[in-house]
């Protein structure tokens, strides 16, 4: 029987339910560990199954939004830890365990492992900036290596021969989940580099929860990249934590496209680009000739300005220099010489030339000796012949044959006049008188008339 | 020798030459050359770019 007081406000179910829920409200981000049983896909994408250990069974709920995010999907049979909220299903009547995240049961031990190949990798400074490969600017084809199937693939290809239509793509098909992954990507990474078909190598693949990506936590593949010379860039999935494989890769990006993006330029970029400089080529050309021909024209103005006077000294100069030269020159000094000898020359030519007429006059002359002598001879005796003659006509006609017949010659003693009549002197006058032999000094006494 | 330049380092040279030129220090005769040289870098990159033949090849795990 109920008191009154309890009788007098009863709950309705919902209201209790809610009270149900209000009071679960803390059990939230609760881990729980168990097995998986009656594993079923709802029509909306969302899963149901219980979790239970040996002695305990709750029922569980995943979202269709959380079962595209956890990181593996649970099967039956194995244990899992899962994370999530206990709710109150008001409808059913029931209490479930809404799971919003799912891990491995040995997580723990794998994360721990993987801790410690991380710091032995960071110890060899395998993930250093400065160990990183460069990626080339334009690779002459790209490797992918990846699952030949699916998105992934598609994607990296229709990015890069977006951006590049006339890339070269070598595809080595891989297996990128389970164990047989890490092996099968290590090999493919090796023939890569062996076959040198491409420039850069993307690995990819399309995420996955932790235990899907722990072969890219594998220290094969670890080793792998880091003895590969190819650039390597990850492209693991954007659901995933960063691995390993990202860790030592030379680039790492998370979806194919940007994978893509990072491993080809854009074509049209690098033509435009080209294009810029092309025209910046021709313009610095066409400026430098430009500005060359201006300066050209400038000078050639200045030239033009400057031109005159220079020439003129410059003449003036040359001139004095052209005289300077002339006189100084040996060529000129010689043609002095020559020229005095020349003078010299002719002089001893003239010289020679009256000599030698003299000696033709000479040898002439000599020639008519004989008839010359014969000449003078004749000429001689007449001349002597009237010599003689005259000597006799002298001696007839000498005053001193006429006075040695007595007659004298008296002459003024002082004017030595020949007196031819009294008058000729006076008295007292000195005569002189010449006889045929001998002379008498005399003075007249007396003149007569 | 400029044919084995990759297109990076062609680019390289092509922009070392317009450096050249647009500082402006250049006699008339080295900086033509410097234009002669910049085209030269110009055409290897171009041909860098047609070099790459549209392919896929898919390499099978042996």
């Given amino acids: ?449 | 020798m400029s044919q084995d330049l990759t297109y990076e380092q062609a680019l390289e040279k092509l922009d070392q030459q317009l450096k050249l030129l647009e500082d402006g220090d250049l006699s008339l005769e080295d900086a033509l050359k410097a234009v002669d040289e910049a085209r030269v870098y110009l055409k290897i990159c171009t041909e860098r770019l047609e070099a790459a033949k549209r392919k896929i090849e898919v390499r099978p795990e042996e």
Avoid at chain 1, 69 to 94: M, N, S
Avoid at chain 1, 284 to 300: F, M
Avoid at chain 1, 339 to 355: F, N, P, S
Avoid at chain 1, 420 to 441: N, P, Y
């Fill in chain 1, 1 to 449: 029987m109920l008191k009154p007081e309890e009788a007098a406000r009863p709950l309705t179910v919902t209201e209790l339910a809610n009270e149900i829920r209000r009071e679960l409200r803390p059990l939230v981000a609760l881990l729980v560990k168990g097995e998986v049983s009656g594993m079923k896909r709802g029509t909306k994408g969302h899963y149901t199954f219980s979790i239970k250990d040996g002695q305990s069974l709750i029922n569980a709920f995943l979202w269709a939004d959380d079962a595209r995010k956890v990181t593996t999907l649970p099967e039956d049979g194995q244990v899992f830890i899962f994370r999530g909220r206990v709710d109150y299903w008001a409808q059913y009547g029931t209490v479930r365990f809404v799971v919003d995240q799912v891990e491995f049961d040995d997580i723990g031990k794998q994360r721990a492992r993987l801790e410690e190949l991380k710091r032995r990798l960071e110890a060899e400074g395998a993930f250093a900036p400065e160990r990183k490969r460069r990626l080339p600017y334009l690779p002459r084809a790209v490797a992918l290596i990846t699952s030949p199937t699916g998105a992934v693939i598609h994607d990296l290809q229709e990015t890069i021969l977006d951006r590049y239509p006339n890339m070269t793509i070598v595809v080595y098909p891989v297996q990128v989940q389970g164990t047989a992954a890490a092996p099968s990507i290590s090999r493919a990474l090796r023939r890569c580099n062996a076959e040198g078909l491409a420039d850069v190598v993307v690995i990819a693949r399309g995420g996955g929860s932790f235990e899907e990506m722990f072969a890219f936590n594998n220290e094969v593949i670890a080793r792998a990249i880091l003895a590969s010379a190819l650039p390597v860039v990850t492209a693991l999935g954007h659901t995933s934590d960063r691995t390993v494989a990202d860790m030592v890769a030379d680039a790492e990006c998370r979806t194919p496209t940007e994978a893509g993006s990072r491993v080809v330029p854009r074509k049209s970029d690098l033509l435009k680009a080209l294009a810029e400089r092309e025209r910046r080529i021709a313009r610095e050309q066409a400026q430098r000739l430009s500005r060359e021909t201006e300066r050209i024209a400038t000078r050639r103005q200045r030239l033009l300005q400057v031109l005159p006077n220079l020439v003129r000294a410059r003449e003036q100069r040359l001139a004095r220099a052209r005289a300077d030269v002339a006189r100084l020159s040996p060529v000129a000094q010689l043609a002095r010489r020559s020229e005095g000898l020349v003078d010299r020359g002719r002089r001893i030519d003239a010289a020679a030339a009256m000599r030698l007429g003299r000696g033709r006059t000479l040898l002439a002359s000599r020639r008519a000796e004989d008839r010359i002598e014969r000449a003078i001879l004749s000429r001689f005796a007449q001349a002597t012949r009237g010599l003689d003659h005259r000597r006799e006509r002298l001696i007839a006609l000498s005053p001193d044959s006429v006075l040695s017949r007595g007659y004298s010659i008296t002459q003024d003693a002082d004017t030595g006049a020949v007196l031819r009549a009294a008058s000729d002197t006076a008295a007292g006058r000195r005569v002189r008188i010449r006889l045929a032999s001998g002379r008498v000094g005399a003075r007249v006494e007396e003149t007569e008339r």
